[in-house]
């Protein structure tokens, strides 16, 4: 069967990167931005590295920061409805994931307006044009979504998630500098490091999975699990790497898909408000274990790109037991909870499990995973 592989058109990586929005803004002729930050990045400055660079150039823009943590339907339309009230030609999403997804929708819906409701972009949508140009700068490690297909929605009213694919939301640039990642706090540092160590291995192993993806995923998990509790320190050498890492997982994950951790986490954060990357943690351990059987001799590789010793030595029951392990240490080691006590309540157990097989991606997910399942495994971090 044909594979297909989409990736940002260009990227900058490294500390000084975003020194090239300004001369690929001009090289497009870009007339004004939307400048699109959540609230606490714009109050502690974080932002201002970026528009400084603007205000230097006599470059226009308005900054739009009505984006939370978990964008909802409502922060997509209003964010339009800013878009075109400020005469922008062209986004400039800073943030993490929430910044980046409502800037796609933004986009996606600016230049596909019959998917103004939001929801019909649930999926696989059909939509028709590319969206409204996006030059992506993240500040956390973690999501990717600077050079993923998909973004991820909240639906206030029906308590979910909604994941959207669409290779025509992929921001045309990509301005991975750790510079705009050296002011995260320790706890979502260990989180988004957690979420993009879960994109490495869900992609690895996912059924989507092949020689292309599996070499970005398994250089990911290299670089990631060798490299948070760096990061987690606030040393400027992990940092520096974890933005590394999370951009290789997102290359492959965006193009296999994802299992059965994100679609089972993103009913917490819908349901809860729990943070994505703290449920993705929690759940990634005990659902590997779950797959192990599907993996082939996949764990053997997750375990020695860890930098667990002998791998070549153990069974296939050792060495799936010792990749499981390896996981479970280094959320422990970045402070992530190791359950859902006080998180999930057993009267929402159905709800939940019924949301997560809904999801986009629990169709990728290696091991077939019945309902029941899906709430013996909640039940069983409870």
């Given amino acids: 069967m044909p594979y297909r592989f989409c990736l940002n058109p260009v990227s900058y990586h490294g500390f000084g990167a975003i020194e090239n929005i300004v001369p690929e803004v001009k090289s497009h002729g870009f007339k004004k931005a939307m400048v699109a930050s959540d609230p606490g990045l714009v109050k502690f400055g ?101 050079v993923t297909i998909n973004y991820v929605i909240t639906d206030v009213e029906k308590h979910r998630k909604f994941v959207c694919v669409d290779p025509h939301d992929m921001p045309i640039i990509a301005v991975i500098d750790p510079k705009m990642m050296m002011t995260m706090p320790k706890s979502l540092v260990a989180a988004t490091g957690m979420d993009a160590l879960t994109h490495a291995i869900e992609g690895y192993i996912t059924k989507g999975a092949w020689e292309l993806s599996d070499m970005f995923h398994l250089e990911a998990i290299r670089i990631i699990s060798h490299n948070i509790v760096s990061s987690y320190k606030g040393e400027q050498k992990g940092r520096e790497e974890m933005a590394l890492g999370q951009y290789v997982a997102g290359m492959g994950f965006s193009n296999v898909g994802l299992g059965l951790v994100h679609a089972m986490a993103h009913p917490l954060s819908a349901f809860y408000d729990t943070p994505h990357g703290v449920a993705c943690s929690i759940l990634l351990p005990t659902v590997m274990a779950w797959n192990a059987p599907a993996t082939g001799e996949k764990y053997r590789e997750i375990a020695r790109v860890m930098g667990v010793k002998d791998v070549d030595k153990m069974s296939q029951e050792e060495y799936r037991k010792a990749a499981v392990d390896a996981v479970q240490q280094l959320s422990i080691t970045v402070g992530i909870p190791k359950d859902l006590k006080g998180i999930v309540k057993e009267k929402d157990l159905d709800f939940l499990a019924q949301s997560a097989v809904d999801d986009a991606c629990f169709p990728g997910n290696p091991r077939e995973t019945s309902k029941a399942e899906v709430i013996a495994l909640y039940r069983s971090l409870m």
């Fill in 46 to 146: 974080v932002t201002k590295l970026v528009t400084d660079l603007l205000d230097e150039a006599g470059l226009a823009y308005e900054v739009y920061s009505e984006i939370k943590p978990n964008p909802t339907i409502q922060n997509v339309q209003d964010g339009v409805k800013a878009f075109k009230r400020m005469g922008a030609d062209y986004i400039i999403a800073i943030g993490g994931g929430s910044s980046m997804d409502t800037s796609k929708a933004i986009g996606i819906i600016n230049t596909n307006p019959e998917f103004a409701d939001v929801r019909s972009l649930e999926g696989v949508a059909p939509t028709k044009n590319p969206c409204t140009p996006i030059i992506a700068v993240p500040t956390t490690a973690g999501t990717a979504a600077e």
